[in-house]
């Protein structure tokens, strides 16, 4: 291992346990910020007050650390110039609209060793911490995801080189039924149809990957007519979940080819969105395709 590699390990290591330290205190800070901020974010999303306060303190957490030359962040319009080193991108609260049903919600994180926008294959790491019934961290590095219990911001390992199990047995596709285009909702209907396929859709992307993590299955959020480019994040979602998938074994698609595969023009550029067991991503991309 050289000294520059070494030192990044170092720094995506800080980067981990800083934004685990900061989970209690965005999970603490959920409660009194359950309704509407003024502003939107750069998509022209409504942002709720939860929201630009997890942005707001991860910001903070992040900006002294040596070797973090970049924060992005999804509420964000521009990346923020903190330093020198890597650049991190952050979805701060995904599935913040959960808040309102007190459903699943999390932080989507992934580190890159180029300055932002710029293109999966110069993720150094990326993970997610989970709000549910326990706070878990799941990070996916250099070929490996594990899985951890996160207790008053500190990791205990929970499962180590996590894999899609071989038997899928979910689905969850998101968007408006009557906007998907022909070619996934026939792809959609035979896997309703598949025996041992159950739908299980929460309405948080992050919760709805963990699901596929652990039970093997598909998720999809496609293109819309409406939205032919898609409606996650490529910087913020695309990337992190399609190598946190292909690391656990599963395979990531924009449609063509694997989430990992595109370069962004800006950070806030969308795509569509489909990962789980090679098979049903492969039988999905020949659908569309």
């Known amino acids: 291992m050289t000294d520059a590699s070494s030192r990044e390990d170092d720094v995506v290591d800080a980067v981990v346990e800083t934004l685990c330290a900061a989970a209690p205190s965005i999970r603490a800070g959920l409660p009194g910020r359950r309704v509407y901020d003024k502003g939107t974010n750069p998509s022209g999303e409504r942002q709720l007050e939860a929201d630009t ?48 049903p007190n459903n699943v919600m999390g932080t989507l994180y992934s580190v890159y060793d180029e300055p932002l926008p710029t293109g999966g294959e110069n ?43 071989d038997d899928p047995a979910i ?17 959609a209907r035979e896997t309703e149809r598949t025996e041992g396929m159950k739908l299980r859709y929460g309405g948080s992307m992050i919760g709805d990957v963990n699901q596929i993590l652990h039970y093997g299955g598909v998720f999809a959020y496609p293109a819309q007519t409406d939205a032919p480019g898609g409606k996650l994040r490529q910087q913020f979602e695309g990337f992190p979940i399609g190598y946190i998938i292909e690391c656990a074994g599963g395979r990531s698609s924009d449609g063509e080819a694997s989430l990992l595969s595109g370069t962004p023009e800006g950070v806030h550029d969308r795509v569509p969105v489909y990962i789980g067991n090679d098979s049903l991503v492969e039988s999905l991309e020949a659908r569309l395709n």
Not at 53 to 73: F, I, M, N, Q, T
Not at 125 to 131: D, K, R, T
Not at 171 to 187: I, K, L, M, P
């Open 53 to 100: 306060y997890a942005d707001e303190l991860l910001l903070k957490r992040l900006r002294p650390l040596d070797g973090v030359g970049e924060y992005a962040s999804e509420e964000r319009p521009d990346v923020i110039d903190v330093g020198e080193g890597v650049s991190v991108a952050l979805d701060p609260l995904d599935g913040s609209t959960n808040l309102k």
């Open 171 to 187: 689905f969850s596709f998101g968007g408006r039924v009557n906007r998907w285009f022909d070619e996934f909702e026939a792809f």
């Open 123 to 165: 993720l150094l790491a990326a993970g997610y911490i989970l709000y549910g019934p326990v706070t878990t961290l799941v990070a996916a590095r250099d070929g490996v995801v594990s899985e951890y219990i996160l207790e008053s911001g500190v990791k205990r390992p929970l499962r180590e080189e996590l894999t899609l199990p």
